[in-house]
Nanobody, 118 residues
């Protein structure tokens, strides 16, 4: 199983970015996937998830600004990030869980950098 993130980069405060995560070599396209991030000197934190039944969850800090979605046909997860703030600067990691629920074992991508300048 491979999990590969794409779409990161640099943007000014208030701007937008769209991250993508492709899961390959895994046959169960509806299984939960999610996004986490880790800023320098901080622990990895939850950003958003999309469970097998379509239920979404967001961190309080991203609710209303970020939107998670999934194309099951392409086994690809997306994260639309709007109204970005400097505090959103971090490495963003995609997690692909082995089940409909967003817990338990997950395959992880290597991460992609998002930098938001003020």
């Amino acid at each position: 199983v491979q999990v590969v993130e794409s779409g990161g980069g640099s943007v000014q405060s208030g701007g937008s970015l769209r991250l993508s995560c492709e899961r390959s070599g895994y046959p169960y396209t509806r299984h939960c996937m999610g996004w986490f991030r880790q800023a320098p000197g901080s622990e990895r934190e939850f950003v958003a998830s999309l469970a097998g039944d379509g239920t979404t969850a967001y961190a309080d800090s991203t609710k209303g600004r970020f939107t998670i979605s999934k194309d099951n046909a392409k086994n690809t997860l997306s994260l639309q990030m709007n109204s970005l703030k400097p505090e959103d600067t971090a490495m963003y990691y995609c997690a692909a869980y082995r089940g409909d629920y967003c817990d338990g074992y997950a395959y992880w991508g290597k991460g992609i950098l998002v930098t938001v300048s003020s």
